[in-house]
């Protein structure tokens, strides 16, 4: 409550110490205020030099947050170019240990022995050159040729490669219908052929085998060479009515030959009872049986025998579906994962459909050290080591950008080791990851790269498959890798600037990988207790924010020099913070929201502004105190660093928007501008110092020539610019307390006004001077631009009650202080805005008057000319010189004024000309017509002149004040006397009919005409509320009542009624009768008149009230007084009036022709009546 009274005890004395711009600059004027005195002596150059300087300055601080977002969209939108990003430093903690050339021997053990052992079809990619792999096999392991041909003969000599065939049956699609409900139930026998060799291969290729034959085919078979081993045949499930049946069964078979043997797939539609697969398991189990070369046909007959089917019924013999041989040399290195077309046995048979088979050729056992040392998956992550780095080393473009492509060779040996050694797709997977990820800490690669190994993995993640060993490596290497990526987030400004097109890319790649990853199924599950990992990036981010700060505190070290010296350090720092912010909102946020949903900018701007805050409060502490002790004395140089700082943090604060709405409030920059208060206050001053300056230097060097377009001059257009100029600085500074910003207002305003009034003042000083020597029309050309110039600067201020937000702070005082508060706030600053807008007025007033009175000596000249000009000269002749001068004098000021100063000036000419013209009519009051008609003829003209067919005054403005006066008085002096009487009775006529409740009283009638006697009967019934004239409070009243105007009814004779004593209410009920022929009443100046008199024994009777009634309203054929029935009508009720006929300008025409008898009767009865009024 104590703050509030204090606001407002504050704000009152503000608005007790605004007064009016004239009595401010009655004192004598101060050295502090250049403009009070408005002196016409030129500044010296140095000040006006300063002037210029400082607004530049300003000008540029204004600019610096407009410039920050320049650069912020160029850096969005930078083109990618050709240098590398940063190095990304690591911990050395990170780098792996080299393997030792022990290690490397066994592992070119491995790799060679994998290349003597190469099976299957290679892909076309592949080398097929065993000297080609050897070749880069050296290069690789940096092996020497003898080294090599021992390793070569060393694994010749080893036991060859025992290779396995592993068969998944996963579908069959379009299979034949063998049963009578259209379904099959179909079900796959397959084996392994051994090898033949190529002289029989080519005999029996006409021949399709089967795994049943007819007995007759089958006893007379005398080869053993298509005989299958027992052991060798599985089979799969039988599926139940279909059509496409979905197995997915995996079988694996040990080869003998891996060159020559043939894999051989039976479908059969099941017709028994009793399951052959059943059978076919039990004979592989049984240990010690003979007749290895028993036929399947031998298994079904077998089975049968123990079924309730007779072994030689051949109803239940199963239908043959189709079958597939692939021999297995036939069989890609990668293997065969597709669809295989069924064939017939025979040309008979009529198979159809297709299955889908995944084929692969792996070695069982492998006669190498290593492989009998450690697993498959830990050998072929080292051999994958040895060639990455190797490959990795060849690349010499853009080495950072590596996507883990490799050379062919290095292709091929990979492909086949992790075939031969039987690793899945997950295992592969796992050690591609492991193997980049750990060579990328040492040398970067592209991070799309490892993106799409953790992708891999996620693809074909299956936990079970992954215990152990390989499990905890695998936790480890996303360990190492997160730590990795955490760590060069804390580093980012510097490993990845935004200046840095490419670096940017590489951050979201990155990022993306770090968001990946902690979504995955994979990490989940051997890192299930590292769920904090936005956590640790949170972190991160703000431990990198906050020591990129301190590196920047540490480059400026604004605790040194002295206080300016360090405001100015300061605003470096600050500036350098907006920036980074700017490129945190722009680029950096989006990377890390978008990838692993970190509000990056939040995290920043909470950080820095703290930081910020602490520096800039304790600065301005000292800079409070040392003005303090300095007797309030601020420096220009000071105000200029202390307004840039400000603004600065006003930049900073401005981020603030871009924060979700509960992280924005209470932050440390809340209240900063309280730190700055005292401050800007002086600071205003020196604006205000610098202002004047700046105006008193463009008036002087003024050579009033029009601007370009335009039709002021330049000091009106830097007048304006220092003032947009300055109210830019006012909101750059945005002042959020609104009720504190009224001082600044205030001040802000008075400044303003002082200024623009101080400036016409000069304007007016300078055209006054320069009047001397110059002829007319030049000194009207300079005297019209400062007019405009006048107008300019008028119109610009008065934009200030938007400008300045005056609407806010009303609202914030009404809320503080009240709705007195609100009050004296809109009185002050719109007293200030007032008090200028006349005092401009005043100037523009003088100026005009300058240019009238140049033209009043011609103008009067001309003006005699029409008045003297005699009757036989025609009324264009008279007029023609005043109109060919005035025609001149327009060109100019249309030329030369803006529309509203020419519409000032041309007012000032119509009321000038309106006023000579009057001058000359009552001063020749009673001449002839003709006098009177040419006047009006030059009015009429001067009328259309001005008016200009719309785009000059407008007729409205014109026809009004001295215009109705010159006009009545020339319609009047044009007019007959009996003209002026009748319009005299019709002006009676027309106020009658407005009378409403007048405190005279009124008078109640009847009239009716009878049309065949022409007669017109009045019946004066009764009065009302008559004003009391006697000294009793009451009045002898009777009434007059006569046909008006005399001269139409020069017969007829006033009546009158019976005088009715001491009352206020007379009742009278009286008739009279009054002729009235058609061709009277049908004139609108036809009237009766009541006069109500008070009568008086001993003087003449005193006026009471008058009121009059057009006959034609009685008259007229039609009216329901002017029928057989006209007794009938209601009474009239007329108000009475009591005007004086003096006041009328008939009276003084009628008055002013004395020749004239009726006029002179007309006004001696009206002073009668006048003089009778005084006397009451």
Known sequence: MTTLLDLKSSVLRQVQRSQSLRSRREPPPTASSPLTHCSTEPLPRRISEESVEFFERMNTILQKQENMMRAAQAECHRVPCSM????????????????????????????VYT?????????????????????????????????????????????????????????????????????????????????????????????????????????????????????????TEVKPETLNPVWDEHFVFDIDDVHNDLLHLDIWDHDDDVSVAEACKKLNEVSGLRGMGRYFKQIAKSVRSNGS??????????????????????????????????????SASKVQGECHLILKVFTSQRDTTLSKRETNVSIHKKLLHQIVEYEHAQVKREPYNWNGQVSPPAWTILTHHAVQTDLSPLQQAIVQWQCYSSHHRNQRLCYSLLLRLLRTIDAEWDPPAVRGDLERQLSDSFRLYTEHCVCLMKNMRQVFPCTSAAAITRYELMLRGIGYMQNMRAFKTVCPLRNELHLDITTAVKKGTSEWYESLIAQYKPEEGSLEEQLKKLVHVIDAVCADLQRAQNIYNKVFYSAVKVDFFSISYRQLEKQVADDVNVAMERVCGTLEQESSRLTQTMGETIFELFMSLKILKGFREFLPLKDAKMLALTGFHNWFKSSIHKFLQIVHDRSCDRI??????????????????????????????????WLQLAWPDSAGAFIFVTRLTDNFCSEAVCYSEMMTRKIERNQLGRDHKSFIVQLCIGLNNVEHVRVFLAQLPRDLGWAGVERAMEESCGVEGKEQVYKALNGQLFNMDLDLQREVKRLITLLTDKMLPELRRYIQHISLSPDSINNDDAVSPLMKYLQDTMLILTANLVKENLSRVLQSMWELLLQMILDAVTENRGVQVEFYNRFQYTVETLLQFFHVKGDGLSLEDMKSGDYKVLDEELRLNKCSSFDLIERYYLEKISLQKTLKHTPYGRISVKCYYDPPEQRLTVEILHAADIIALDANGLSDPFVIVELCPHHLFPAAKSQRTQVKLKTLHPVFDELFYFHVSPEQYRHRYACLTFTVMDYDWLSTNDFAGEAVAPISDFCWPGRPNASAAGKNVQPVILHLSRSKPSEKPIMRMLDARTGDREAQEFVRRLKEIEKSMEED
């Not at 080519?202 to 089958?218: D, M, T, V």
Request: glycine share 4%; with cysteine.
């Open 84 to 111: 590398p990003p940063p190095q990304e430093h690591v911990d050395q903690a990170f780098i792996s240990e080299r393997v030792s050339r022990t290690e490397l021997d066994l592992l070119y053990e491995e790799a």
């Open 115 to 235: 290349v003597v052992n190469r099976v299957g079809v290679p892909a076309p990619e592949h080398v097929k050159s065993d000297e080609e792999l050897f070749a880069y096999l050296l290069k690789v392991f940096d092996m020497g040729e003898e080294e090599h041909e021992m390793m070569l003969q060393k694994v010749q000599e080893s036991k060859r490669a025992s290779f396995s065939l592993r068969v998944s049956v996963m579908k069959a699609k379009n299979l034949m219908a063998k049963d009578s409900n259209g379904y099959s139930d179909p079900y796959c026998m397959l084996g392994i052929l051994v090898g033949q060799s190529p002289r029989e291969t080519e005999e029996k290729k006409e021949r399709k085998f089967s795994f049943r034959k007819r007995r007759e085919k089958l006893e007379k078979r005398s080869s053993t060479k298509e005989v299958l081993p027992a052991r060798c045949i599985q089979v």
């Open 309 to 346: 089917a007779s072994s030689g019924s051949e109803e239940n013999v199963d239908d043959f579906l189709g079958c597939i041989n692939i021999p297995l040399n036939e069989i890609p290195v990668g293997g065969h994962d597709t669809w295989f077309k069924l064939e017939p046995r025979s």
């Open 696 to 729: 008193r230097k463009a008036v002087d060097t003024d050579q009033l020539q029009p601007v370009q377009q335009a039709k002021h001059s330049s000091s009106a257009v830097e007048a304006t610019a220092c003032f947009s100029q300055v109210r830019e600085i």
